[in-house]
């Protein structure tokens, strides 16, 4: 078994059972069901308004290239430098010239999970330059050292005595703080930061055409001041996110809202398209951005999965998922979790080692039914499993087993051939090396149905 496979099988185990664990994530997430809910309800037509958001993102899909030159066209004119990544390296490369550029020793960064996707904080560091998470959750996470649990709630897997103890270990805050007291501190700390950072590092969750503009879309107003604070602000973007135009914004920002919090509105709603200009007294003075496609070419490519670039990153597949619920977030050990992430990380990282998320899934429907821009994702799973039987990714005592089981299974009469203690012992392992000690198979009837209703027809 693959290594990564391995610790996934392992993580998974011991999750799973943890009883405390479960209990934070099922307080947290039913949070969000009821707020979501609610968010739901202010539709008049939810069905409609998802369709609506579908056929967009597949018209880009349609015509990807042509709007992401048309978004580079009318953003470039105004004087913002577009550079196009082909992976995390070259990324990282651009970012890094930036900072030697401007002698930057600070940089704040927006909530993104593009950067977390790169790992941006880390090569940072490596450069010299301090790098600091503005968003609430990011900023908890990255004090503990850890990554996002959630696309959305980076520290859902955490209470809120976790995040007092924190605080108290690694600031010395009171241990019985509030939220309110924890919000404030940090407040504090990153006015601080906002005020002194050489650059502004953000995501975008759209980037319009028409225009030439980036939106982000955030609810602490930290997106608003890592723009708008540092002299040079660098946006890092997948190249999905394009849209076509600034008046389809009224369909996606409720919609992204809706599905990923409950509210009708984000807070703090920001299109930006361009650095200050000459009569304007504040904003960056100068502006990037970096366009990553790492992987994003290669889902573009394969007919079955190229439906997932229409994901707007709201979470709601996470929310729904079991699997996810069960597991958390970090079991997958990938920056994108859940069912989204287990559809496109083995086109980003590789089916032979990230292929097994996509088995990660009960296929139960339910992050489909609830995702806003109707991607098929558990017919994407399942093509991935297609994929990797084709491509051998699965190790040769499974194959065995099931190139056995499938010849054994295709005729009544083979099936008959063995009796119920030979059956019973070829499907024993599966206990513990498939399904672990906590589930086991249902054991062989002495005989099948058929010899049954054989042997009740003969008495009669």
């Not at 979501?36 to 008049?44: D, E, I, S, T």
């Not at 037509?45 to 880009?60: S, T």
Request: charged fraction near 25%; proline fraction near 4%.
């Amino acid at each position: 078994m693959p290594t990564l496979k391995k610790k996934f099988v392992s993580d998974a185990k011991n999750i799973a059972f943890n009883e405390r664990h479960r209990e934070v994530i099922k307080f947290n997430i039913s949070k969000y069901d009821a707020a979501v809910a609610k968010g739901f309800a202010r539709y008049r037509n939810l069905a409609a308004a998802r369709e609506q958001a579908g056929k967009i993102k597949r018209e880009v899909l349609a015509h990807w290239s042509d709007y992401l030159c048309e978004f580079e066209q009318n953003i470039t004119r105004r004087g913002v430098q577009v550079l196009w990544a082909k992976d995390t390296q070259e990324a990282i490369g651009y970012v890094q010239s930036i900072l030697v550029e401007e002698n930057a020793h600070l940089l704040v960064k927006s909530k993104s999970m593009t950067t977390e996707e790169i790992e941006l904080n880390d090569h940072a560091k490596e450069m010299g330059c301090e790098s600091v998470e503005t968003d609430l959750g990011e900023f908890i996470v990255q004090v503990a050292g850890e990554k996002p649990y959630h696309i959305v709630t980076p520290a859902m897997h955490k209470s809120k005595e976790d995040i007092a103890k924190l605080f108290n270990e690694k600031f010395n805050t009171p241990v019985n703080s509030t939220p309110e007291e924890l919000t404030a501190y940090v407040r504090g700390v990153l006015r601080k930061k906002f005020t002194t950072a050489d650059v502004g590092v953000t995501g975008a969750n759209f980037l319009i055409a028409d225009i030439g503009g980036i939106s982000v879309t955030e609810n602490e107003g930290n997106g608003c001041m890592s723009m708008s604070f540092p002299k040079t602000h660098i946006v890092i973007a997948g190249i999905e996110k394009i849209i076509p135009k600034m008046e389809q914004l009224g369909l996606f920002y409720p919609l992204l809202a809706a599905h990923g919090t409950g509210q009708q509105m984000t807070v703090y709603n920001s299109i930006v398209t361009s650095p200050k200009q000459a009569n304007e007294t504040n904003g960056p003075q100068k502006m990037y951005v970096i366009l990553l496609d790492n992987g994003r070419t290669n889902v573009y490519a394969d007919a079955e999965a190229r439906e997932s670039l229409a994901c707007i990153r709201c979470g709601a597949c996470l929310n729904g998922c079991p699997v996810y619920k069960t597991i958390g977030g970090y079991t997958y050990a990938a920056t994108y979790s859940g069912p989204i992430g287990s559809v496109i990380t083995p086109f980003f990282k590789g089916f032979k080692d990230y292929g097994h998320l996509s088995f990660a899934s009960s296929l139960c429907g339910k992050c489909a039914e609830g995702c806003p821009v109707r991607i098929p994702l558990t017919d994407i799973l399942l093509a991935n499993r297609r994929k990797m039987v084709e491509h051998h990714e699965h190790p040769c005592g499974e194959q065995a087993i099931m190139s056995g089981f499938r010849m054994i299974t295709s005729k009544r009469v083979y099936l008959d051939f063995f009796p119920s203690c030979m059956k019973n012992m070829a499907v024993f392992p599966l206990n513990y090396f498939g399904w672990g000690n906590k589930r086991k198979m249902s054991k062989f009837a002495p005989y099948s149905f058929s010899k049954n209703y054989l042997k009740q027809q003969q008495k009669k």
